[in-house]
């Protein structure tokens, strides 16, 4: 974890603290990935939470927002390339779907929804600036689907013939680099203002300690899940599985590793198929 007073713009605390209370600043950045002019945003928040159901896996958006057409924008920075991406977007999709609609919504009036990711490594390879996609038929690309989705990557590692001065300079930025370009001068302007502000420092610290903590307790279950899942391994190679029921075998796992009956269960369940 950095320190606060460490922070880039890449960094999803100071992207989010940027982006939501510069608003100018997100609508030109918009404005350049789509190649279009939004005239007007409004964010709806930072670290937006979407849980449908107690149960089910939520999300949590950096930085969204909609535009004068009821568009509605997800924006998120990522620096890392992380498994299954591609399918992240998918369930984003879905969840902002879920929400609106469990607002009494119909599905024609679904808005038209965009998530853009910026990243700082090219995630496909091929050095476009820009991937863009939208859902069309295969055999006929010409017809679109009409669901109104898009997904947009942002790649710095990209060739740059074509793109404006300011995305350019942009995508250096991305990448560190600091030029005289006037916009991404306003945006280190504001990176270096959002480190002053006290509130926001104690902000960091305290979503700084949670995440540690959500991170000590995930790497504990994995130890149980790995100790669970050795138990019943040596159990099953034994030669004595047929020996025992299964809530014996369970009830072994527990009290030899401490582990929780879910955990047992399902390491058990695992070695036996």
């Not at 679904?110 to 863009?132: A, E, M, Q, V």
Request: aromatic share 10%.
């Amino acid at each position: 974890m950095k320190k606060y007073q460490d922070l880039q713009f890449i960094d999803d605390f100071m992207f989010c603290k940027v982006m939501t209370t510069n608003p100018e600043i997100c609508k030109r950045i918009l404005n350049m990935i789509l190649g279009k002019k939004v005239k007007k945003i409004v964010i709806q928040g930072a670290q937006q939470a979407i849980n449908i159901t107690a149960g089910s896996k939520g999300i949590r958006m950096d930085v969204y927002l909609e535009d004068e057409a009821e568009t509605v924008y997800d924006l998120e920075m990522q620096t890392s390339v992380k498994p299954y991406l591609s399918k992240r977007l998918r369930y984003y999709h879905a969840m902002i779907d879920l929400n609106h609609l469990e607002k009494g919504m119909d599905y024609g009036d679904l808005p038209h929804t965009i998530i853009i990711f910026i990243c700082t490594f090219d995630y496909f390879g091929k050095r476009l600036p820009i991937y863009s996609f939208e859902n069309r038929c295969i055999q006929l690309p010409e017809i679109i689907m009409g669901d109104e989705t898009e997904k947009i990557f942002v790649n710095p590692d990209s060739d740059r013939e074509g793109l404006t001065k300011d995305f350019n300079a942009f995508l250096d930025y991305l990448n560190g680099k600091i030029n005289e370009n006037n916009f991404v001068g306003d945006i280190e302007r504001a990176v270096e203002k959002a480190r002053m502000h006290k509130e926001w420092e104690v902000e960091y610290m305290t979503w700084q300690a949670f995440e540690m903590d959500a991170r000590r307790e995930g790497r504990a279950e994995g130890r149980a899940e790995g100790r669970a899942e050795g138990r019943a391994e040596g159990i099953i190679k034994s030669g004595r599985r047929h020996l025992f029921s299964d809530a014996v075998i369970i009830e072994d796992i527990m009290a030899e590793i401490g582990c929780n009956y879910a955990d047992a269960k399902k390491a058990l369940e695992d070695y036996d198929r």
